[in-house]
């Protein structure tokens, strides 16, 4: 049995690595219950000093602070990386599931090992989504060294 499980992965192997491709002229259509369901990232976290007193915020991630966003917008791709000058950069790439154009603004917090915030939040910035497209937002640290992580807040603009 444990011999047949093992062949089942070598088998399945190959078809796990490959990428997703997707099929071209269609419009994106989104399943944002299913993303609203989905496991908790189970990496850092923001939690309250007492217990269960709010839900923990998953840091390197994106927060949204408007409950009837996440029906309309979906997290396609979130990266972070060290720029020439040692700053971290962050970009979000955002999907507009209706058919209708939509604003958001996007902010980001930045904060060191133990959790404290480095700088500031950044100030708000608008990103226009077009219906069924998509929008990128993009912020870079201040702070240089002591970044460990950072939290992207969304919510819709005013």
Do not use: H
């Not at 709010?54 to 009837?68: A, H, R, Y």
């Not at 060294?145 to 005013?158: C, F, H, R, T, W």
């Amino acid at each position: 049995m444990r011999m047949q499980a093992m062949i089942a992965l070598l088998v399945a192997a190959p078809f796990l690595a490959q990428p997703l491709y997707a099929a071209e002229n269609q419009v994106v259509k989104c399943k944002t219950r299913q993303a609203r369901k989905s496991a908790p990232y189970a990496g850092p976290a923001l939690v309250a000093n007492v217990p269960k007193s709010m839900t923990p915020i998953d840091l390197n991630s994106v927060q949204f602070t408007d409950k009837g966003l996440t029906r309309q917008v979906l997290v396609e791709g979130l990266f972070a990386r060290r720029t020439e000058t040692d700053t971290v950069e962050v970009t979000a790439r955002l999907i507009n599931c209706t058919g209708e154009p939509l604003q958001v603004q996007a902010r980001s917090s930045f904060m060191d090992a133990a959790q404290a915030p480095t700088e500031p939040t950044s100030t708000w910035s608008k990103v226009f989504i077009p219906a069924y497209g998509t929008g990128i937002y993009r912020e870079r640290s201040m702070a240089r060294d002591d970044v460990s992580y950072y939290l992207i807040e969304l919510s819709s603009a005013p």
